[in-house]
C-alpha cells in the first residue's frame, strides 16, 4: 500500500469538464450541477474537446482519448499542479 493519499476515479467524468455551476459549493453531483446544460472542456475552452467530440458529463468518459481521471483524496497520485 502507498503511503500516497491520493485516489484516481477513473469511472467518473473527465476531470477537465467545466460548467459555471461548478463554482458554487452546493453539494450537487457534477452530472446534475449544470441547469444550463453548457458544459466546456479546461483544455480547449470551448463545447468540444481535444479529440473535436462534444463536452458533456455523459460523454467526457475513459473511452474519449484525451480522458483524464478524476482525483480525490484517497491513494494514487496527487493532482496536478
Keep these: 500500500m502507498s503511503d500516497n493519499p ?20 452546493n453539494g450537487i453531483p457534477l452530472a446534475e450541477r ?3 446544460g453548457i458544459y466546456w472542456c479546461h483544455h ?3 463545447c468540444l474537446g481535444p479529440d473535436n467530440a462534444l463536452v458533456a ?11 483524464e481521471a478524476l482525483v480525490q483524496l484517497g491513494q494514487s497520485d496527487p493532482p496536478p499542479v
Excluded at 9 to 14: E, H, M, W
Excluded at 57 to 67: K, L, V
Design 34 to 36: 449544470s441547469g444550463s
Design 6 to 25: 491520493w485516489l484516481r476515479l477513473a469511472d467518473g467524468p473527465c476531470a477537465m469538464l467545466r460548467c459555471k455551476e461548478m463554482f458554487y459549493d
Design 57 to 67: 458529463p455523459d460523454e467526457c468518459g475513459p473511452n474519449r482519448s484525451c480522458y
Design 44 to 46: 480547449t475552452h470551448k
